[in-house]
């Protein structure tokens, strides 16, 4: 088993920046790529960002692209999403994922996804 544990979310003002950080614990051997996703109240769970294992590849959504940046300390077993000028629509509950298979390209459904965090909550006010 792997666990997940996400930290980092908080308040923000619009323009502002955050980083999250997701630590990996457990047969953390066993996972490859990681992602973020985000639940806004009454919506979906939605693709935020991706990296690989080795972390030379990554992915965004069209949402996030440029001012978001996703990395990983493979030492440390942590992910990051590093979040500038945020806006009020990126207000939402935070999760890190890691999944078992390594496929080529990304993969940004969130059932590709064996392990999940508890998710951090971000509110950026206007």
């Known amino acids: 088993q792997v666990q997940l544990v996400e930290s980092g979310g908080g308040l923000v003002q619009a323009g502002g920046s955050l980083r999250l950080s997701c630590e990996a614990s457990?047969?953390?051997?066993?996972?490859?790529?990681m992602a973020w996703f985000r639940q806004a109240p009454g919506k979906e769970r939605e693709f935020v960002a991706y990296i690989n294992w080795s972390g030379d590849y990554t992915d965004y959504a069209d949402s996030v692209k440029g001012r978001f940046t996703v990395s990983r300390d493979g030492a440390k077993n942590t992910a990051y999403l590093q979040m500038s000028r945020v806006r009020p629509g990126d207000t939402a509950v935070y999760y890190c994922?890691?999944?078992?298979?390594?496929?080529?390209?990304?993969?940004?459904?969130?059932?590709?996804?064996?392990?999940w965090g508890q998710g951090t909550q971000v509110i950026v006010s206007s």
């Open positions: 457990g047969r953390t051997r066993s996972v490859y790529p």
């Open positions: 994922a890691a999944a078992v298979i390594q496929k080529p390209g990304s993969s940004i459904n969130a059932w590709e996804y064996d392990y």
